[in-house]
């Protein structure tokens, strides 16, 4: 057998109509954000040439050390250590 339901009660929380500032949305802020300048919106011209070059140096790098010199890890390092950079510069291009 189910327990009975409860017979006190009601409402807990006030209801929409009874708080009128509900309807006017939410405050504004008090913080004034200024715009960002132009210079900061258009992004530099070499910042995709940069990646672009980092990114095909790290696959060569990686690739001369496969085929040409097969025993240097430090040419192994020199290539991721250019491929991070190509994409740490990828993030910084508007």
């Known amino acids: 057998m189910a327990p009975p339901k409860r017979k006190t009660g009601g409402r807990v929380t006030p209801s929409p109509s009874a708080d009128q ?3 006017r949305g939410p405050a504004a802020s008090s ?12 992004g530099k011209p070499w910042v995709p040439v940069l990646m672009l070059v980092l990114l095909i140096v790290g696959v060569i790098v990686i690739m001369l050390r496969n085929l040409a010199f097969a025993g240097n890890n430090w040419l192994l390092l020199i290539g991721l250590g250019s491929i ?3 994409l740490y510069t990828a993030t910084k291009w508007r």
């Open 21 to 23: 500032s509900s309807n």
């Open 84 to 86: 991070l950079g190509g």
């Open 31 to 42: 913080r004034y954000t200024p715009p960002v300048p132009q210079e900061e919106k258009i």
